[in-house]
């Protein structure tokens, strides 16, 4: 297969933002994926498949990310990183305990 | 945002005595609830959530390194503290490394700016191989907050 690359921005909109479990999630699917995986906010451009870097991004509720893929299966990674992050992690799901 | 910002230096745990991922938690939120950080009446409040959201998936994070957290209530800011372990604790990390260090989180549940703050800090200054290993042969609270005063002023990265 040829060497495409592919990109595509997108909003994160979970509320806590780009904390340890979504960054989690993101690095477990784009690790599937053949394709080099960036992603750039702002100014900056990370390893996508590396948690320690999308940390560093600390990109809160609203942060425009661009997704840039590059390899075989570049479409089919860009795709389905940007549903995970549209998605917003599904985080509505996940209580946190408080004290009383 | 500084490690000074969120690390008080008496809280630092610099050999950890726990052997398990339970245990090195209990150890640094008592320190926490020990120097006044947390309350005593929600250290089990606190302790419990911890393991909760360890539950979701770990919090080792690779490089033998930790970040146990939480949300809770009872705190007004974010409040942290670091533990090392020269033996290494297992953390079902996803590397399978063993983790040495731990940084340990507790934060305002309305501010989760402050926690992405806290977590780009602390991954921003592991990127770098030196900080770690200064970090892992640290013998003393002292040596720990040194390095961490030497990250603050950004000694190990630009």
């Known amino acids: 297969m040829p060497e495409t690359q592919c990109s595509r921005t997108v909003r994160l909109v979970n509320a806590q933002g780009f904390h340890l479990r979504p960054a989690k999630l993101f690095v477990e699917l784009a690790s599937k994926f053949g394709s080099t995986i960036e992603v750039i906010k702002d100014d900056v451009r990370i390893d996508g498949k590396s948690i320690l870097s999308i940390l560093t991004l600390a990109a809160p509720q609203g942060a425009l990310l661009s997704l840039v893929a590059q390899g075989a299966d570049a479409q089919a990674a860009v795709d389905a990183l940007a549903t995970l992050i549209e998605s917003g992690f599904d985080e509505a799901q996940v209580v946190y305990p408080a004290s009383e | ?158």
Do not use: W
Not at chain 2, 23 to 28: A, M, P, Y
Not at chain 2, 46 to 61: C, D, H, K, P, W
Not at chain 2, 109 to 123: K, M, Q, V, Y
């Open chain 2, 1 to 158: 945002m500084k490690f000074s910002d969120f690390v008080k230096a008496e809280t630092i745990v610099p050999e950890l005595v726990a052997t398990d991922k339970a245990g090195v938690i209990r150890e640094l939120v008592a320190s926490l609830v020990e120097h006044g950080q947390i309350k005593a009446d929600e250290f089990e409040s606190i302790f419990e959530a911890i393991m909760t959201r360890e539950e979701l998936g770990s919090t080792g994070i690779g490089r033998g390194v930790a970040v146990p957290h939480t949300k809770h209530a009872s705190v007004d800011q974010l409040i942290g503290t670091v533990g090392v372990s020269s033996n290494g604790v297992d953390f079902q990390s996803l590397d399978g490394e063993k983790v040495q260090l731990v940084f340990l989180l507790v934060s305002p549940p309305d501010r989760p700016g402050d926690h992405l703050r806290a977590l780009e800090n602390i991954s921003r200054q592991l990127h770098d191989e030196t900080f770690c290993r200064f970090l892992k042969q640290s013998k003393s609270a002292g040596d720990i907050q040194q390095v961490l005063e030497e990250a603050d002023n950004n000694q190990y990265v630009s």
